[in-house]
């Protein structure tokens, strides 16, 4: 089963964010390195996709540039600006501990209240 | 603040790069992923399909990505901005018409705005003004008049809430200055000695006044203005030490005030006199007289006291007054205004007038450009509509509406500016704002706020009405129509309507300047009581010490008078202490023995003034019984006296009053006294004060005799009189003679204030005749605004009804119709809005009610002038509209269809 990415609130700008700091890519090519990243598990509505790259730039934490694709087209490449690497970290850092208490308080039972 | 400005700029010029890249960027997702499916093994055709799908609409994507931008409103306003110019590029005339009509309105309401700005909202030139205070006196609570000099001495004493209080003289004339060459006038303040200290005001040279130097009688010191320092003194610092001898007495510079110290001008203390004080002296402390009020007191409160608190003190004093004085202080108080309070209220009377009509005009040219905006806003119903189906919310079509008319406005203001700048060129003409300390246009940073601001506030309430009616119209049934949607239901009775009160407010306007004009059409024509043409008068002033005596004083003015009477081209001469119009001089009581004594018996107010035999002949005011003062009237012999014969018809109605007797109450001589005079004769009332005011009583005695020993008239043998010349021809040839005449006598004797009568009543209705000029200006104006209104409505109601007119033609009507039926229309939003003017214009009238004269607030043939002349004006207005209607081609009008 596949989950859409935006899920939860910032679940997708984190996973831009993440994407993009493996190398600078392309519209497309972030949908696709989710996906792939994900093993296939989260899908990007791609309606989401361009309003997010939009918002994440004009917010300083990405930069973009016109640059040359794989298959030679003219296209914009996006790529982590260091305020978009520290964001990335910290929002890492938050997710894992939302996650890890999350697991836990799913984990508990009646013995332990 | 300024980083949005700029990328409002930047998103206002350069968008055209974002589209661009946003377009590519988005053609690049989808055949990346076209590509992509074309890989996974589905055909071209399919594939493309499939992603076009999956991505929805491209032109919705586009908006949701140009909202997620970082200033995404400033861009759909840059978006509204762009879209607004480029409609207006394509109807200049309208835009033309809009920005000429609101920078007249906007321009009208800067340039008053910047008037009054700089007077109201001026600060006061003197250090911590808000704790400086004015003291009036009042009568039983009421009234604000001089104060006492005893009085003052009272209140400066026993006060506990001032750091000081001072006071200086309201009224003085000028003084001559002799002892250096050709003798001059200098304008003087008699103040106390703290009076500058008080307004926190160092001189530059030298030093204050000292109290001890406001013993009785004063010490000769004089402090002088920084302008006389340099004019007369070189600027050199041993001015202090240095005599000047003011009226014959010597007295010694002290001080010099600084450069800018402003007494009168500019929202000074002193502003309801004439002239800026050169010269400070300190007065004498008064010896007795508690009923002489000709202090105007000034105070500075002690740091906490309040204004209340500094009232209720002095009513304390004023109590204590009350009592230990009853005879002269019965019912006295004193009242404290601030100073800001004080020099406000004045110049607030003077710019209601102003500040109405173009509150007026700004309105007129609001509903002009308001009803336009309507206008076109029916015209674009069916882009409105088309706009709405194509996912445009409301709000931002009303807000594209919004934006419209500031599009318009702004560069109206803009130019309201530079009209504003030509208006208050004119205004300064037109009215007595230099009084106001107001003596160059004022564009300053507050003044260009104001155009801005206004430009913004009218551009969106102008953009209300037409924005709001687009927005909750049914768009659906114009979606369908062709271009030619008829006006019809709210939108028409809103328009009709804004015409209907540009025409009302125009009429106001009409009715008020008719009926300003009119009356001083009749003030201009009044009957003075004297004849005006070719009378010249002069004053001449002799130094006291020169002529100690009043013998030889008088032989001097003899003497003078006798050449004079022989110049030739002169055909009579007389001298008077008061010249009518010019010199209001003293009120006196008045009365017959019989009412001498009796209670509630105070006299009638009467005009005192000293005469030589041969003034009225020169005057040209005839003797009306018995005969004029004549140079055998003099001391030694009875005391005579002329009345005014509505002097002597108070005084003895129905009685001949030659050979009976008038008492001249005395205030000055201790005790009071009442002072017998016989009348030998009785003249033609005139006018003395002002042309407005009915001639007042008036008595006249002989300038030959004096009256020593007692306080009327106060001068034993006058000092400065006033010479009065008929001539043949050009009174101003007689000048250079007349001054002449007086060099060779003597060249310490000033001559000044040289003037002919006709100057003189012309300057009386200098402010007058401002004010008429000025609502002319404003009443034409408004009509032409007014007529463009109606003819812009009735133009645009034409092309509107083109197809239907057309039709009427086509099926056989005349052109006269077609004619009629336009300009009915017109016929009825004038008179509706001519009838609505009549009945506000009578309340308006209000404003300049107290102008008035002879003119009765309803004059009927004012009314019927203001309804001629609009009705005139706008019957122009529709027959051109009414004219092109009836040239309407029925052939070409049914081809459109």
Redesign the interface.
Known sequence: MTLQADLLPGTLDLLILKAVSLGPK????VL?RIEQISGDALTIE??AL???L??LE??GLLASE?GT?E?N????FYRLTPAGRRRLREATGEWERVVSAMAAALRATAKEV | MFGMIRIFLRRLFRRDRFER?LT???Q??L???V??LVGRGLNPDEARRRARL???GVEQ?KE??R????GALLDSLAQDVRLSVRRLRREPTFALAVAVTLSLGIGASTAVFGMVSTTLLSRIPYNAADRLVVGRTTRNGSGAGFVSGLDYFDYRESNRSFDSLAAFFPDSAPYTVTGSGEAWEVEVSGVTWNLLRTLRVDPVVGRHFRPDEEAQPGAPVAIISFGLWQRRFGGTPDVVGRPLVLDGSPRTIVGVLPRGFRFVGASGLGSQRGAEPQVWFVVARPGQARHLHTYHLVGRLKPGITMAQAQRDVDGISRALERAYPDSNKGKGLRLVSLQEYLGGDVRAGLVLPAATTACLLLIACANVAGLLLARGQGRMAEVAMRSALGASRWRLVRQQLTDSVVLTLPAGALGIGVAYALQRLLLHLLPLDALGVTRPVVDDLVLLFALVTSVVTGLLVGVVPAVRGATTRLLPHLGASRQVSERGRSSRLRSGLVIAQIAISVMLLVGFGLVARSLVRLSAVDLGFAKQRLLTARIEIPRPAYPESVSRRAFYSSVLQEVRALPGVRSAGLTTNVPLLDPGNIFRTLTPDRLGIAGQEGERTHLRRVSPGYFATMGISIVRGRDVSERDQDGTPAVAVLSESLARKLYPGQDPLGRTVLVHDVRSRPPSDVPYEVVGVIRSARLAHPRQEAEPAMYVSVWRDQAGRGFPRQVGPLSLRIVVRTAGDPAAAIAPIREIVRRHDRNVLVAAVQTMDAIVDDSFVNFRRVVRYLGLFAGVALLLAAVGLYGALAYHVSQQEHEIGVRLAMGATRADVLGLVLRRGGWLLAIGLLLGVLTAYPGTRLVRSLLFETAPLDAATYAGAVLVLGLVATLACLVPAVRATRVDPAVVLRGE
Do not use: C, I, T
């Open positions: 392309h519209g497309y090519g696709l791609q309606g361009y309003p997010a939009f918002r004009g917010r016109w694709s298959n087209r003219r296209a914009k | 890249e590519d960027e988005l690049f997702h055949e990346a992923r590509e992509d999956e991505f929805g994507y949701r990505l909202a997620a931008r970082p």
